[in-house]
Nanobody, 119 residues
Framework: QVQLVESGGGLVQAGGSLRLSCAASGSIFSIGAMGWYRQAPGKQRELVARITSGGRLNYADSVKGRFTISRDNAKNTVYLQMNSLKPEDTAVYYC?????????????WGQGTQVTVSS
């Protein structure tokens, strides 16, 4: 059984920072791309940032220059450093990863962590 567990969300004032973490656990053989998505109330889930196993990065235009995604392959963990937060960054943030076990390759989601930015 593979699980993604996020942590680090919370309430912060505009201009502040938060760091999200997402750890993958279970019978993992390898992990491909990992990413963060977010969903605000009444809106569709959208990509925030993504990092491939080779380190290629992809960011939403709205977070470029403010957010940084990174990963620690030894810990099966992906991070999202969020700086200069804005009220429009308020959303539930979800971790996503392509994970291969000994018998299966699939795409997994975490349970989500709430980020609230007050003005």
């Amino acid at each position: 059984q593979v699980q993604l567990v996020e942590s680090g969300g919370g309430l912060v004032q505009a201009g502040g920072s938060l760091r999200l973490s997402c750890a993958a656990s279970g019978s993992i053989f390898s992990i491909g791309a990992m990413g963060w998505y977010r969903q605000a109330p009444g809106k569709q889930r959208e990509l925030v940032a993504r990092i491939t196993s080779g380190g290629r990065l992809n960011y939403a235009d709205s977070v470029k220059g403010r957010f940084t995604i990174s990963r620690d392959n030894a810990k099966n963990t992906v991070y999202l450093q969020m700086n200069s937060l804005k009220p429009e960054d308020t959303a539930v943030y979800y971790c996503n990863a392509d994970i291969t076990t000994r018998t299966w390759n699939s795409n997994y989601w975490g349970q989500g962590t709430q980020v609230t930015v007050s003005s």
